[in-house]
């Protein structure tokens, strides 16, 4: 099975900082690699697919990078509305998402 | 537009079975994925597996295989999923989600049941 791995668990951060979020995967998922906000008491939200592509109607301030088995997920200007939790998941050999990443306010 | 509806509430005992429905609207139901991930309390998202309504063919993630079973009723457009044997680590919030038009990711969902597994 593939495990994926978020850095950090938890991020303290301030409305305008810029943020990242870091996934690892323990081996290679190409670019099968997605990105998904939820919060508290709802579904999650597909942000991003194959590593980089912006679904519709996601604000251009969230972005995608990386392919292999190391991505990140970057918010460039932090707004209120942002602050959740985000997974990333792989679905290069079946799926499996990481443990998660809550964005707080500082 | 897309929408999945799930059905409400459980709570069990520790060794009986539960099954979830999710009924979809606004699309052709046979032609997506339909997925199954939970959420325990607290914790993070667990894929447990999906299956093509349009054929009923179902792949599991390893570790509910013989535990979980996935089904489709097309005539009412639901999705099913059965999970049995339960352990009070099962508690958690069932939802379903309906992969994108590009397919893989999971672009549409549920609002989610909650299954509480208690004696």
């Known amino acids: 099975d593939i495990q994926m791995t978020q850095s950090p668990s938890t991020l303290s951060a301030s409305v305008g900082d810029k943020v990242t979020i870091t996934c690892r995967a323990s081996?290679?998922?190409?670019?099968?690699l997605a990105w998904y906000q939820q919060k508290p008491g709802k579904a999650p939200k597909l942000l991003i697919s194959?590593?980089?592509s912006l679904e519709s109607g996601v604000p251009s301030r969230f972005s995608g990078s990386g392919s292999g088995t190391e991505f990140t997920l970057t918010i460039s200007s932090l707004q209120p509305d942002d602050f959740a939790t985000y997974y990333c998941q792989q679905y290069n050999s079946y799926w499996t998402f990481g443990q998660g990443t809550k964005v707080e306010i500082k | 537009q897309v929408q999945l509806m799930q059905s409400g509430a459980e709570v069990k005992q520790p060794g009986a079975s539960v099954k979830v429905s999710c009924k979809a609207s606004g699309y052709t139901f046979t032609g997506y994925y339909i997925h199954w991930v939970r959420q325990a309390p607290g914790q993070g998202l667990e894929w447990m597996g999906r299956i093509f309504p349009n054929t009923g063919g179902a792949h599991y993630a390893q570790k509910f295989q013989g535990r979980v079973t996935m089904t489709t009723d097309t005539s009412i457009r639901t999705a099913y999923m059965e999970l049995g044997s339960l352990k009070s680590d099962d508690t958690a919030v069932y939802f379903c989600?309906?992969?994108?038009?590009?397919?893989?990711?999971?672009?549409?969902w549920g609002q989610g049941t909650l299954v509480a597994v208690s004696s």
């Open positions: 989600a309906r992969e994108t038009a590009r397919g893989l990711t999971l672009g549409h």
């Open positions: 081996q290679s998922i190409s670019s099968w």
């Open positions: 194959k590593a980089s």
